[in-house]
């Protein structure tokens, strides 16, 4: 009880919390007071000054609970609320990438994302052998209209797109992208799982998190709600609804289900190598393991006779 009076002295002194202590120690003064008053009449003196002891207790650690709570809300506002750690498919030490899950997620990117982000480091090439066959990677770039150019007149021209075309990007510039979208930039999507901390998990937290402004908060006009944003507000409004996106394995497009291939999709973009990386690591340590072990024989083998022998030193003869 003293390490609280003091620490409660320690924080008047810094002059914080200092208000909420006292109030809290006013508030539960008197009732203590009150219920010392019934006892008798000699115990009432020190029973008081317990109650003025338990009263700076109580009163110091609501003070401290209040300074966490602030210095954690604190952190959430500016920072954006924990994203979690949801258990992605992929996630284990030998688990891949969810490939159809990968497809449905581009799926959901070229029909939803794809009208105000690009994704300039994907190209339909990339697709290849990871969501799409070859001849289905060439037809949809063949369904974009590329624009090309100068030919031998200078003139640009437009094509239909071809395997080495990246995906197409919905507008021309940062300037077009900042004055269709109320002056924020949709950034470019390639690379945001690595870009922002614990990436995957933080686009399909944001993506879900969408919420009415607590009470208290006001959001300004244009911007959106959303905790899981750095500072709360963000300008993209909810993308993803139920039955929004249409897949063509037939998997029902929930928007957690969206929500969860997209962002496995954008994980895959940001790490590509990811599948292979798990599988050369498995390679390697199973030769490093297997050679470790001759490795081992030999050196018994060349070490025996000499940690075994047995030298005799005869003086005498
Ligand atoms: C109507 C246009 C629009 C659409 C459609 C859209 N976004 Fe956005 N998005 C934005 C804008 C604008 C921002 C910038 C927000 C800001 O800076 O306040 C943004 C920001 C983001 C961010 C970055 C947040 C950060 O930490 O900087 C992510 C991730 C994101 N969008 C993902 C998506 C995904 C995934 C989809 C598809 C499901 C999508 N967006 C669809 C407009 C859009």
């Not at 008053?37 to 109650?51: E, G, K, Q």
């Not at 688990?95 to 799926?107: C, E, K, L, N, W």
């Not at 239909?160 to 507008?171: F, I, K, M, N």
Request: contains cysteine; hydrophobic residues 40%; glycine residues 8%.
């Amino acid at each position: 009880m003293r390490s609280s009076a003091l620490l409660l002295r320690a924080l008047r002194g810094s002059g914080l919390a200092s208000c909420a202590a006292e109030d809290a120690a006013h508030k539960v003064m008197p009732a203590l007071a009150r219920a010392a008053s019934t006892s008798a009449a000699a115990t009432a003196r020190p029973a008081a000054s317990w109650a003025s002891r338990a009263a700076s207790a109580f009163g110091a650690a609501a003070a401290l609970a209040g300074l966490t709570t602030v210095a954690a809300a604190d952190h959430e506002a500016e920072h954006g609320l924990d994203s979690g750690a949801w258990p992605w498919s992929h996630s284990g030490l030998l688990d891949s990438y969810d490939h159809a899950s990968i497809r449905r997620g581009y799926q959901v990117y070229k029909q939803v994302c794809a009208a105000c982000h690009s994704m300039q480091y994907i190209h339909f090439r990339d697709l290849v052998g990871v969501a799409y066959t070859e001849e289905e990677a060439k037809a949809m770039a063949a369904e974009e209209e590329i624009m090309d150019g100068p030919n031998d007149e200078g003139e640009m021209f437009e094509r239909p797109g071809r395997l080495s075309d990246p995906l197409p990007a919905p507008y021309a510039n940062e300037q077009a992208a900042r004055y269709a979208n109320g002056g924020a930039y949709p950034p470019d999507l390639s690379l945001i799982c690595a870009a922002r901390p614990n990436g995957t998990n933080y686009v399909f937290s944001l993506l879900l998190g969408y919420k009415e402004p607590p009470a208290g908060i006001s959001v300004r006009e244009g911007l959106h709600y959303n905790p899981y944003f750095p500072g709360g507000a963000i300008a993209m409004p909810r993308m993803l609804a139920d039955g929004g996106v249409e897949y063509d394995d037939g998997t029902p497009s929930s928007s957690s289900q969206q929500s969860k291939d997209v962002s496995t999709f954008l994980a895959w973009a940001a790490a590509p190598e990811h599948d292979e990386r798990k599988l050369v690591g498995v390679k390697a340590l199973t030769v490093i393991g297997i050679m470790w072990c001759f490795a081992l024989y030999q050196k018994r083998l060349k070490w025996a006779p000499l940690k075994s022998r047995r030298v005799v030193v005869d003086v005498v003869n």
